[in-house]
């Protein structure tokens, strides 16, 4: 039995066993671990390489909407004591 096969029957029996009645495919798993590493501002590059995309354009744009919601919160975070300078 294919590595990939064998953790999606185990991610199934673990999922019946918590009760959650959705089906999570273990895709997602890499999603989250890579959406918590930009959340806690780990580089971009860093990150590819973890991946182990060859083009750092594939990691941007996979995960350029999270990405532009860093990016947003960053630009506030900058704005608030640039306004008490005014």
């Known amino acids: 039995m294919q590595l990939s096969k064998v953790v999606e ?4 029996r673990l ?3 918590a009760e959650i009645g959705k089906n999570i495919p273990p895709h997602s798993f ?9 959340e806690t501002e780990v580089s971009i590059k860093e990150i590819q ?3 182990g ?6 990691t941007m744009n996979i995960y350029a909407h999270i990405i532009s919601n ?10 608030k004591p640039m306004k008490d300078l005014l």
């Open 9 to 12: 029957t185990q991610l199934k």
């Open 53 to 58: 995309h060859t083009n750092i354009n594939t």
């Open 30 to 38: 890499r999603h989250t671990h890579t959406s918590l590493f930009i």
């Open 70 to 79: 860093k990016e947003e919160k960053v630009s506030q975070q900058f704005s």
């Open 15 to 17: 999922l019946k066993k």
């Open 49 to 51: 390489q973890r991946l």
